[in-house]
C-alpha cells in the first residue's frame, strides 16, 4: 500500500494521510522518554491489505469525520510526555477504529489480562500490534511467551532514531 512504501523509504518516523489532493507523507519527531516501554508483537497471521481496505471502506459511513479524529489522536500520540498519557491515546485511536469498523480489539480478543496497552498496526488484527506497558521486559516477554507468542521486538529494535 502506499503506507507501506512511504514507511520502507522514510529515514525516520513519519505520519501519512490521504486528503483530498493526494497522500501526505510528512517526516516527524518522535523520541519520547518512555520508548523502552514499547514493544512490537509479532501475531503471526498476515492480514491481507487489500481486504482490510476494503472492509474499512465498506464499513465506515463518514470518513472524513473519523478521519479528523485519527489526525487528533496522533497529534496528541506524537506529543505525550508520559506512557500513561501515551497509552491513553492508544487506546482511543483501537477504541474508534474498532468501532468503526465493527471488529473487535486485540487486547479484547488475545490479551485481555494484560498489564498495559495493545494496538493493532497494519489491517486490523495483521501481523502486528504495539505493546506498551511499565512492567519489566522480562514479565512482558514471559506473558507473550505464554500465550504462545515469541517474537517481542523492543521499539528500538524495529524504529529508525
Not at 50 to 76: C, M, N, P
Not at 82 to 89: A, G, K, M, V
Not at 126 to 155: H, M, P, Q
Request: charged fraction near 25%; proline fraction near 3%; include cysteine.
Amino acid at each position: 500500500s502506499g503506507y507501506d512504501i512511504a514507511c520502507a523509504t522514510a529515514s525516520g518516523p513519519v505520519t501519512y494521510q490521504n486528503t483530498s489532493n493526494g497522500r501526505l507523507v510528512q517526516s516527524v519527531s518522535f523520541n519520547p522518554g518512555f520508548k523502552e516501554q514499547l514493544y512490537f508483537l509479532h501475531l503471526g497471521k498476515k492480514q491481507n491489505t487489500r481486504e482490510g481496505i476494503q472492509h474499512y471502506r465498506s464499513s465506515v459511513a463518514d470518513k472524513s469525520e473519523l478521519a479528523e479524529q485519527i489526525t487528533d489522536i496522533t497529534g496528541k500520540l506524537l506529543l505525550a510526555a508520559e506512557l500513561d498519557e501515551f497509552c491513553y491515546y492508544l487506546e482511543l485511536h483501537e477504541v474508534l477504529i474498532s468501532s468503526a469498523l465493527q471488529l473487535p480489539k486485540a487486547k479484547d480478543t488475545h490479551f485481555s489480562d494484560f498489564p498495559g496497552s495493545v494496538k493493532s498496526l497494519g489491517a486490523w488484527g495483521g501481523d502486528f500490534v504495539c505493546v506498551a506497558s511499565d512492567e519489566d521486559e522480562n514479565r512482558i516477554r514471559r506473558y507473550f511467551i505464554d500465550k504462545g507468542y515469541e517474537t517481542l521486538l523492543k521499539y528500538y529494535e524495529v524504529i529508525l532514531p
